[in-house]
Structure formats: C-alpha cells, structure tokens
C-alpha cells in the first residue's frame, strides 16, 4: 500500500521532533469534551506539507472543532495538537496564527475597511512596508479573479457573496502562510459560483503548494478537493483515505455519504 | 423689557451650565468607555455594575442631588456635589451602549481577527472599536442630552447654571426668568443632539 503522504498514527513511539522529519500537522489522541458531551474521540492522524485532507463530516461530527484546534482557537481536552512539530500549547499563538490562513463559511471580512485594507491585514500586523503590502495585495485579487484596479477600494457590502469569499481566500492567502484551513468556505454560494471556487482553489493550490484542511460536509467537493480524505462521525475517525479509495469504504457513515451522491 | 443685565445674565450661566455638562460628561466618558470595554470582558461584573447604574437612574433627580448633600468629600454644597450626581446620571447610557455596541460586533468578524493574529489590543482598538462606534457614541448622545437638561437642578443645591433663572423664575413667579433659563437649555440640547448625530453618521461603516 503505497500511499505518498498519508499515515495514520497507531503509535507514536520514538517520534523525533527533527524539522525534516516533521509533519506539517498532526493530531495525537486528541479528544475533546465539553461537560459530559465528547466532542471528539481520540484522533489520530498526521497530514504531510503540501497535501490537502478534506475532513468529511455530518453538522456535529466534530470536524470545525478539530479545525479550530490548528490554529489555537480551540485546545484538545487530552491529546496535543502539532504543527511543524510542536504543539499548539506550546507555541506563541499570536506567531502560529499569522502562519496559518483561515477561511469561513461568514467570511467575516472587516465591514469598515475596503478590499484591500482586509487582505492586507496580516502583511500590515507584520509590519511589511507599504509598498510591499500594495504589491501584494494587488497580486492577490488577481490571483483570486478580481481586478484589483475595481476593487480595491471597495467595501464589503459592496459585494456578491462570492466575490466576498474571493476576497476572505485573498486575505488568507496574503502573509504566505504555511498552512491554509477552510471551513465550509463555499457552503453558503451557489453552484455554479461553488464550483467556479473550487477550480479556483485547485488552480491555487498547485501554485503555492500549502498544506490545507478543508472541512465539508459536501462528498462531492471533497472527492474534488482532498488529496485525502477523512470522514467523522460524531468526534470519531470512521476512515481515513484517498479519494481514488473512498468510494470502496465499507464503514456505516461512508456508506451514508456515498448514497447522496 | 430684557434688560442688557438680564442678557449678561443669560451669558454668564448659559456658560455656567455648558461648563457643567462638559466636566461631567468627560468624567462619565472617561469613566464609562473603560468599564464598559471592561464589561464585555468580564461577564460577572456586568450584573453589579449595570445594576448599580441602574438605581442611580431610578433615584429621582432632585433627591439624588440632596442625598450627596452630607456625603463627606464628594457631597457638600456647589458645583462638586453637582458633578458627582451628573456623573452618575450619565454613566449608564455609556457603559449600556459601550456594552452593547462591541458585544455587538459580528462574531465572524471578531473570530476572523482573531484567527488572523490579532493581540487583544489590536482586536479592540482596530476592530471592535471602529465596529461599536456609532453605538457607543450615541450613548455619550443620549448621556449628554439628558444631562444638560438635568443639570438645571443643580442650581438647588449651589451648582449654578441655568436652572439659577429657572428656580428663581418659579420663586417669584416670573415667566420671564424661567425662560431665560429654560430657552438655552434647551437651545444647548438642541445643538449637541445635532453636533453628535453628525459625528455618529461619520463613523457608520455600513
């Protein structure tokens, strides 16, 4: 079984921390509860730089709140957490998440500053010179399908729904991170928009090569988009696999996402 | 009729009564925008606080000015005990709307910032600020507005201003002094309504 990129973790005995070494992202028996309710059930996996899982997953099967946890939003309540090797505890989290791009369902761009102040966030929190950030951000709308020339000085509310979400990819794309998270960025469009995006995201991401989490609950985009993919079910891993292999799983949640296509 | 010393007069505590209302609101606002940032931080003092905001609302004006009367280094006779008890009476629209206007903030966009890296400090003054503005500000509004009007009672207890006439006015059953009193106070509400309503435009983003 020769699957470049993927291991699931049974073990992790004499693992050394080595940069090399390192897998961009990892999840070590992590599990997380909130009172009496697990919200995540002891998962493992380890997802090497540059590839993209998709974490499938019913409303509820935990998939935001792993998410969540590569960028320090949400901690493990046991297990840790790894990027580039050391756990999010232990990182300065002001430093992991400029490293780390963040794209949501609501967008969330800042309604009182234009286009180009939202993309140019991070670069200017990182103190980039202006001209530096002006170039960039320019190159990013483009990247993206937006004439910078129209939109850059425009506000939020002053776009479709996609072109808003072109920008929140911009905007995670701008301080070069090492790691992009995606959560259900392309629930809320329409189709045809939906499937605009997607190319979009697969023309970018053999660009510039990030190592990406993508969460839906959409299997058709996650056969699209993952170079593996891993299916939830309430806070367990039910498979972990490649899309090429994902329609020959025998698990009862596989099954039940596989009849919706 | 109007006498030139009635003008004066008018000109003198018309000066007065802003003087007043200014010192106060900049004690309230100074006051009021920190505890209400605080607020949205701390969830357990919002109960204490806005409650105790509250009563001081519910005091009726008049009395509240006569209990600071025998307060020790707050209370007295003359413009300090008046300013205490404008203070007081502004706090709650301001710390009401501060609370309101930053809890107010889009939760996408608070978890975006912070997602991105933000510190805490930068969430506050280059997000949640801007976003709570025109909330906030039409708090200190709200605040300003009624304190011109009920710092005309601060002339019961020694504070000045124009409730001087208007008291004076109704001792004497003299409409003329009641409405010297009466017409710039309301005069000045006007004008402040104005002033702060164009600066809330100013800072509306959507």
Partial sequence: MDRPGLAVRRESLGRSLSRTQAAALEFRQVSYRI????????LN??????????LLGRSGSGKTTALKMLNGLVFPTAGEVLVDGVPTTQWDLIQLRRGIGYVIQ?????????????????PRLERWPPQRIAAR???????????????????????????????????ALAADPKVL?????????????????????????????????FVTHDVREA?????????LDRGRLEVLTTPEEFPNSSGPEARAFLSTL | MISSFLWQEMARLTGEHFLLVLVSMAIAAAAGLPLGVLLTRRASLRTPVLGFANVMQTIPSLALFGFLIPIPFIGGIGKRTAIVALVLYALLPILRNTLAGILGVDPAVRESAIA???????????????LAAPTIIAGVRIATVTTIGTATIAAAIGGGGLGVFIFRGIASVDTTQILAGAIPAALLALLSDGGFSWVERRFAHS
């Fill in chain 1, 137 to 171: 951000t320019a190159e990013l709308l483009d990247q993206v399908g937006l004439d910078p020339a129209r939109f850059l000085h425009r506000y939020p509310r002053q776009l479709s729904g996609g072109q808003r979400q072109r920008v929140g990819v911009a905007r």
């Fill in chain 1, 35 to 42: 009172g009496s309710t697990l919200i995540l059930d002891n």
């Fill in chain 1, 181 to 213: 998270l995606f959560d259900e960025p392309f629930g809320a469009l329409d189709p045809v928009t939906r499937l605009e995006l997607q190319d979009q995201f697969l023309a970018l991401r053999d660009r510039v090569r990030k190592t990406s989490i």
């Fill in chain 1, 223 to 231: 056969l699209r988009l993952g170079t593996e993919i891993a299916l």
């Fill in chain 1, 106 to 122: 609501e967008v969330g761009l800042f309604p009182h500053f234009t286009v180009g102040e939202n993309v140019g966030l991070v």
């Fill in chain 1, 45 to 54: 996996f380890r997802l090497e730089a540059g590839r993209t899982l998709v």
């Fill in chain 2, 116 to 130: 991105m890296g933000m510190t805490a400090r930068q969430l506050l003054w280059q997000v949640e600020l801007p």
